[in-house]
């Protein structure tokens, strides 16, 4: 029985296999910041392992990615990430991030991002508490899974091919991670 799901949402049929995780899809057309943030938290309900995490449908794990699994989930909390390979434009680099801190995690909500393994229910009771809006949803997820405890694998763990028309360089995904960073440092939305 597989311990991973890999919650993917897309415009299109997901025809995507992983050995050893579950494919969780969601097929739909996401126009707006506040749909994608509304869709990410409903379809944890579904999740029927105990762990989880996001996968967009252009992205992928690298070859060792269940010793990357197992590694986290090993961990103990409710909320593990890593390092991640991004492809940009031609170019390969890995983002590093580093140990877990609190007061680290405020300043720069990015440091928790791909890829971040969530133990389900903690992740279903963490969706539950935050507000909805047209916010980034990653970020103050992240944020309410870490307050019950969190940890750093320094691995490769997702392969992120950044493009340049994503989802991620729409004019108002930078205003909801603005707003996203703002909830997570207190502020209002």
Not at 66 to 84: F, I, R
Request: aromatic share 8%.
């Amino acid at each position: 029985m597989e311990r991973y799901t890999a919650i993917v949402l897309s415009a299109k049929p997901v025809t995507l296999e992983i050995p050893g995780v579950v494919v969780l899809a969601s097929v739909q057309k996401i126009t707006t910041v506040a749909q994608l943030y509304d869709l990410r938290l409903a379809v944890l309900d579904r999740v029927g392992t105990e762990f989880c995490f996001y996968l967009d449908d252009d992205d992928e794990l690298p070859t060792d990615y269940l010793s990357v699994l197992d590694e986290c989930a090993a961990q103990g909390q409710p909320l593990v990430y890593t390092d991640e390979l991004i492809r940009y434009q031609g170019k390969e680099s890995v983002r590093k991030s580093a140990p877990y801190s609190a007061d680290a995690h405020k300043a720069r909500p990015m440091l928790v991002h791909h890829l971040a393994l969530m133990r389900t229910q903690y992740a279903v009771q963490a969706a539950r508490r935050l507000p909805r809006g047209d916010f980034s949803v990653e970020q103050p997820l992240f944020m309410e899974l870490a307050k019950g405890g969190a940890a750093y694998v320094p691995r490769v763990g997702y392969v992120w091919n950044r493009s340049t028309s994503g989802i991620s360089h729409w004019p108002q995904m930078v205003a909801a991670q603005v707003r996203a960073k703002r909830w997570c440092n207190g502020g209002a939305l």
